[in-house]
């Protein structure tokens, strides 16, 4: 309760900075990214929750899309290793439509909303291979505009289907799970050249 008052509070207090910056927020001034993050989460099993280990790297552009891995360890239901790609489509379309809100966090929460499919490698020792789907959020906790880009606490889920016969029969549970989770992640930031994109018109001279 006292994290979602504060999360309220924080969108529903003025900007320090209204309609002063420019939307990107350091994006394009070190337009590469690196997210190293390690957490804890829950995968459901027959209706129960068995807790487990993750760790995720991700490398993005713009923090527009990049590529994600990510792996989970569970004492009963198992590794997994995903690989996928990790789209945020919220950044680009509200910078471009000018929707922000001029208010640093919820930008930044807002344009964090992510999306990730890709393959779902099971560590079983059958070599198994699935479908993995997933989607989340990140908070930001703390933002140097440094090489070390800040802080953030994400929260997400994953839809692991490794069922082979999933298009003829019912899938069966210890085939299909669901994960969710939450990892802390340093993100860093590595200059790129994507401020030459710009036309003209928008460079500071």
Same mark, same amino acid.
């Given at each position: 309760?006292?994290?979602?008052?504060?999360?309220?509070? +924080?969108?529903?207090?003025?900007?320090?900075?209204?309609? +002063?910056?420019?939307?990107?927020?350091?994006?394009?001034?070190?337009?590469?990214?690196?997210?190293?993050?390690?957490?804890?989460?829950?995968?459901?099993?027959?209706?129960?929750?068995?807790?487990?280990?993750?760790?995720?790297?991700?490398?993005?552009?713009?923090?527009?899309?990049?590529?994600?891995?990510?792996?989970?360890?569970?004492?009963?239901?198992?590794?997994?290793?995903?690989?996928?790609?990790?789209?945020?489509?919220?950044?680009?379309?509200?910078?471009?439509?000018?929707?922000?809100?001029?208010?640093?966090?919820?930008?930044?929460?807002?344009?964090?909303?992510?999306?990730?499919?890709?393959?779902?490698?099971?560590?079983?020792?059958?070599?198994?291979?699935?479908?993995?789907?997933?989607?989340?959020?990140?908070?930001?906790?703390?933002? %140097?505009? +440094?090489?070390?880009?800040?802080?953030?606490?994400?929260?997400?889920?994953?839809?692991?289907?490794?069922?082979?016969?999933?298009?003829?029969?019912? %899938?069966? +549970?210890?085939?299909?799970?669901?994960?969710?989770?939450?990892?802390?992640?340093?993100?860093?930031?590595?200059?790129?050249?994507?401020?030459?994109?710009?036309? %003209?018109?928008?460079?500071?001279?």
């Amino acid at each position: 309760m006292v994290g979602a008052a504060l999360i309220l509070s +924080t969108f529903c207090a003025p900007a320090r900075a209204q309609r +002063t910056g420019d939307g990107l927020y350091g994006r394009w001034d070190r337009g590469l990214t690196l997210a190293l993050g390690a957490g804890a989460g829950a995968t459901w099993l027959d209706g129960n929750a068995d807790p487990n280990v993750v760790g995720e790297a991700r490398f993005l552009v713009a923090d527009a899309a990049g590529v994600a891995l990510s792996g989970r360890w569970g004492p009963d239901s198992g590794q997994h290793l995903f690989v996928g790609v990790d789209l945020r489509p919220l950044f680009p379309a509200l910078f471009f439509l000018y929707k922000q809100t001029w208010n640093e966090f919820a930008d930044l929460l807002l344009q964090s909303i992510f999306f990730e499919i890709g393959p779902a490698f099971l560590l079983d020792g059958d070599r198994s291979v699935g479908l993995g789907v997933g989607f989340g959020f990140g908070l930001p906790l703390y933002r %140097p505009l +440094t090489t070390v880009r800040g802080l953030w606490l994400r929260i997400a889920t994953r839809y692991v289907n490794a069922d082979p016969a999933y298009r003829n029969t019912q %899938p069966t +549970t210890d085939r299909t799970r669901w994960t969710l989770y939450a990892t802390f992640v340093v993100r860093l930031g590595f200059h790129s050249k994507l401020s030459r994109w710009e036309p %003209p018109r928008y460079r500071h001279r």
